[in-house]
T-cell receptor
């Protein structure tokens, strides 16, 4: 079946450093969504990418969707302690069914 | 607007028992999806309901079932519980279009002993 992998699994950074997580699907995706889950919390929707090669920014966060629509990335510039959490990508498999990536857990050291 | 509500927050059950989890979606949302979250497997899709119909199903055994009521509230049932069913069960509601964002509840933490 379809798989969505994310790397790295864990990332520890010093506050102020940049962070990137990569998402790779075994099949072409119709769109991709990104979620953030704080420790002890639930996933919260961040953004959706639909077009091939699309780039979107939210303040310090930059999201990209690959040209082949099989991969995506999330880049955080100058991390802050509030960025701590697990970041998931979720790819649309067929219709109405999102397959979540394995997640990248980010720790930010002050 | 109230968020997605899941009850109960915590459950402890014994192997072989069955359990029912409840999810009330955001008002106006007609789609409810269920996910199982475990440290080793991440978020695994269970099933999705829209207007009382199951539109999609994940790769879980038949012990896992669900339903949706006319008010969009949904329940998930797990029969003959196994130790491996211990997990956080998350419900997410959306407006139902394929590009609709998912709004998650706080989850039900199920422990099977």
């Amino acid at each position: 079946g379809q798989q969505v992998m994310q790397i790295p699994q864990y990332q520890h950074v010093q506050e102020g450093e940049d962070f990137t997580t990569y998402c790779n699907s075994s099949t072409t995706l119709s769109n991709i969504q990104w979620y953030k889950q704080r420790p002890g919390g639930h996933p919260v929707f961040l953004i959706q990418l639909v077009k091939s090669g699309e780039v979107k920014k939210q303040k310090r966060l930059t999201f990209q969707f690959g040209e082949a629509k099989k991969n995506s990335s999330l880049h955080i510039t100058a991390t802050q302690t509030t960025d701590v959490g697990t970041y998931f990508c979720a790819g649309l498999s067929g219709t109405y069914k999102y397959i979540f990536g394995t997640g990248t857990r980010l720790k930010v050291l002050a | 607007k109230a968020g997605v509500t899941q009850t109960p927050r915590y459950l402890i059950k014994t192997r072989g028992q069955q359990v029912t989890l409840s999810c009330s979606p955001i008002s106006g949302h007609r789609s409810v999806s269920w996910y199982q979250q475990t440290p080793g497997q991440g978020l695994q899709f269970l099933f999705e309901y829209f207007s009382e119909t199951q539109r999609n199903k994940g790769n879980f055994p038949g012990r896992f079932s669900g339903r949706q009521f006319s008010n969009s509230r949904s329940e998930m049932n797990v029969s003959t519980l196994e130790l491996g069913d211990s997990a956080l069960y998350l419900c997410a509601s959306s407006q139902g279009a394929s590009n609709s964002p998912l709004h998650f509840g706080n989850g039900t933490r199920l422990t099977v002993t």
